[in-house]
């Protein structure tokens, strides 16, 4: 047990819940270098998310009500924007995704900021919003990457692995910090229940897990993060939740997540503005 203080949450709550989805659609890999217009079920595959697995998701986040993040690439916000505005009208948060999710690791700070400014102008365009958050959809950024978040009005960041407690990271330049809300890959969908053909993903054994085995283990990471009076925040993907088997698998984990009473279930947004106040002082 790690002798560092616990993490406070807003009274009487003891914990923190911040549900996230990462509505990709068909951006990615295959989208950047071309291969999508050679395999087109992969775009029928990414296509899923938005125009089908999204309603049914936030019909689920309603009956629960489960304040949600959405990342979404701009992209996907310029081809599906009726159902973007479905998740603003609803009530959840919208939140910076790249935009046809670049690793940004790849890009110069040059090509970052273009990304990030085509981004602010679609989401204002078709949101009307300016979004607080971000998430890398690499995973990774270069050291210049925070400093041109704070630039583009981004006051936090949901993109790293390295811890399971909010943390602030200093921008040279800015008297804010920048909020980190580190994720877990063991939240993250994409390693239990995605199946590709080409390439095999994952590979060897069984192309997917057992549904019940994965709320299983969902549920055990839940409990320990919350009992220990922490953060968790999901990686999951409503091409990969959001159909009609899985859905149920993520109705009963949101049963189990509710029968708590001691957890903040909050958006990511609500996260870095309580973690700013708690602190970072000047």
Not at 125 to 134: P, Q
Request: with cysteine; net charge negative.
């Amino acid at each position: 047990m790690s002798s560092s203080p616990r993490p406070t949450w807003p009274a009487p709550h003891k914990a923190c819940l911040a549900l996230a989805f990462d509505l990709d659609g068909p951006t990615g890999d295959a989208m950047l270098n071309g291969s999508i217009w050679q395999k087109p079920e992969y775009f029928g595959f990414g296509g899923y998310g938005p125009y089908r697995a999204l309603p049914r998701l936030l019909d689920l986040l309603d009956a629960f009500r489960l304040p949600t993040t959405f990342f979404v690439p701009a992209w996907v916000v310029e081809n599906w924007p009726k159902q973007c505005q479905a998740i603003v009208e609803r009530g959840h948060e919208v939140a910076y995704h790249g935009y046809k999710h670049e690793s940004f690791y790849a890009l110069t700070l040059e090509q970052q900021k273009d990304v990030m400014k085509r981004c602010r102008e679609v989401f204002w365009n078709h949101l009307n919003i300016r979004a607080e958050g971000f998430r890398t959809p690499s995973g990774d950024w270069h050291t210049e990457t925070p400093a041109m978040l704070v630039e583009a009005g981004v006051t936090y960041s949901s993109s790293m692995r390295g811890d399971d407690r909010p943390y602030l990271v200093k921008v040279p330049g800015f008297d804010t910090p920048l909020v980190e809300i580190p994720g877990r890959w063991e939240m993250d969908d994409y390693a239990s229940l995605a199946y590709t053909r080409a390439p095999d993903f994952p590979s060897g054994l069984d192309r997917t897990a057992s549904y019940e085995l994965t709320l299983d283990n969902w549920c055990r990471e839940y409990d320990g993060a919350m009992d220990e009076g922490l953060c968790l925040t999901t990686l999951f993907h409503p091409k990969i939740t959001g159909k009609p088997g899985r859905i149920l698998l993520l109705e009963k984990l949101f049963e189990h997540m509710r029968r708590r009473d001691d957890v903040w279930f909050a958006t990511c947004a609500d996260v870095a503005q309580w973690w700013l106040k708690e602190h970072h002082h000047d």
